[in-house]
């Protein structure tokens, strides 16, 4: 196993529980800096060792460490309004990892692939969102209303640490180049 790699993966997981706490609370659904360093961690370290990193920030997570958005923890968060981005976090951070080992190496697309692990989340997390709203917390909600809930108000905040990501993302993939080869 690849010695470097493994301690990128823990260092992301580290800062994946740290971005838990940079909150703005905004509805059910609190606002964070998760997205920015899935973004990060899916860019720098491709998709093995980002989804290694994001399993690992969860297995903290269960075990009781509160290192979810707003101080949770505990395997019910994943089937709480916010466990539907949870595995968007996951296959997001696949998906720009996949992308990021086939070279990105351009702001413009790696913005785009960005947008493209973003629509990801939204779509996991609306639908999870929506579906313990209706079986979890016994509240049914249309599909409109969640979509006003927990996407729209968040959408333009998150294409700012979408860009934020992709500029300081490829600076840093770069540095690594040169200490962590693939």
């Known amino acids: 196993m690849n010695q470097k790699k493994m301690i990128l993966a823990a260092f992301f997981a580290a800062l994946l ?13 609190p606002h964070s800096m998760q997205i920015a360093f899935i973004f990060l ?16 920030w969860f297995m903290i997570g269960c075990l009781g460490l509160p290192v979810f958005a ?4 505990g395997i019910t ?8 981005f949870l595995i ?3 296959v997001s951070a696949y998906l720009i990892g996949f992308f ?3 070279g990105l190496t351009k702001f413009k697309l790696t913005f785009i692939v960005f947008m493209l692990g973003l629509l990801v989340v939204y779509v996991l997390g609306t639908i999870g969102f929506v579906l313990s709203m209706k079986y979890v917390l016994n509240k049914p909600l249309a599909w409109d209303v969640a979509i006003k809930m927990v996407v729209i108000p968040f959408l333009p905040f998150d294409l700012i640490k979408a860009v934020m990501a992709a500029y300081i993302g ?3 993939k770069r540095a690594l180049a040169y200490i962590v080869p693939n």
């Open 170 to 172: 490829l600076r840093v």
């Open 77 to 84: 968060t994943f089937i709480g309004p916010t466990g539907g």
């Open 88 to 90: 968007g976090f996951l």
């Open 41 to 56: 961690t899916g860019l720098i370290l491709g998709k093995k060792w980002a989804s290694i990193s994001v399993l690992v």
């Open 17 to 29: 529980c740290i971005s838990s706490y940079i909150i703005i609370p905004i509805g059910l659904v």
């Open 100 to 102: 990021s080992e086939r």
């Open 70 to 73: 707003g101080g949770k923890a």
